[in-house]
């Protein structure tokens, strides 16, 4: 499930650098608390499987020790490493340091609370190597399974948002139940592209990403997951509203000279 490119070294040899044929991007802002265990969990699944594998984990600007917790966990492994930068940029612009730094065949990003399991990294893989360019995890179709529900008002300013992303952003998006699910896998081409076209930071990110596969005819496919909701969640509705009704709002305008994709 791998393969390989060649390059030169300083004497002009040929050597085989080998290629990931998974990527997995973990993006963490003060996750000091839960990031050794959701990086030992991924890790532990990875490496049952028989595929060459890379993990990069974007520490977005943290105030606590999360890059220190990283660094002592991942000392020595060549297939695991840290991104971190200051100041705090967004959940966005950490995915996509992450993707346009990976070098995977497929490549996938998952919360680092793990509301998703790591196993849904094995149908998520299936699905892509079935012919989707897209795979994102979904908390609202049939086959999906909740263990633990977001707050009430979570789940209605869900639905408010659905209606008025539908509206604002439209583009066929509606056909999509859950655009904001923290876990989706694509086509290791197709997301360097995608993740080298998006310019959202923040929490749209998401919309502006599916908005932007449309557009290029990528197809994309919403797969049921196992969800648990995870205290500690970054987003704070009254804090980020004005913002992600601006960003909804720009992704139209910012990606309308787009050129479908071909072939």
Not at 217 to 241: A, C, F, N, Q
Request: charged residues 20%.
């Amino acid at each position: 499930m791998s393969s390989a490119v060649f390059a030169k070294t300083s004497q002009g040899n040929a050597t085989t650098l080998a290629v990931p044929f998974l990527s997995v991007i973990v993006p963490a802002y003060n996750e000091e608390k839960r990031i050794g265990n959701t990086l030992t969990a991924i890790l532990a699944h990875l490496q049952a499987q028989t595929f060459r594998y890379e993990v990069i984990i974007v520490d977005d600007g943290s105030r606590d020790h999360t890059a220190q917790v990283v660094e002592s966990l991942i000392h020595g492994m060549d297939n695991t490493r840290l991104i971190a930068y200051q100041p705090n940029r967004g959940k966005g612009y950490a995915v996509r340091q992450g993707m346009l730094a990976s070098a995977g065949e497929l490549v996938l990003f998952t919360d680092a609370d793990l509301s998703t399991p790591v196993t849904a990294i094995d149908a998520a893989l299936e699905h892509l190597q079935n012919g989707f360019d897209v795979v994102m995890g979904s908390r609202a179709i049939a086959g999906s399974e909740i263990s633990r529900y977001q707050p009430s008002y979570r789940r209605m300013g869900a639905k408010i948002f659905n209606l008025l992303r539908d509206e604002i952003v439209g583009a066929d998006i509606s056909r999509f139940k859950d655009t904001q699910c923290g876990f989706k896998a694509f086509r290791g081409a197709a997301a360097r592209q995608l993740f080298g076209l998006l310019r959202i930071d923040g929490f749209m990110f998401d919309v502006e990403m599916i908005y932007v596969a449309l557009q290029l005819g990528y197809r994309i496919y919403e797969m049921p997951v196992h969800w648990t909701d995870m205290p500690g969640s970054k987003l704070r509705l009254v804090r980020d509203t004005t913002r992600m009704f601006r960003d909804l709002a720009r992704i139209r305008l910012t990606h309308r000279h787009l050129i479908p994709r071909r072939g």
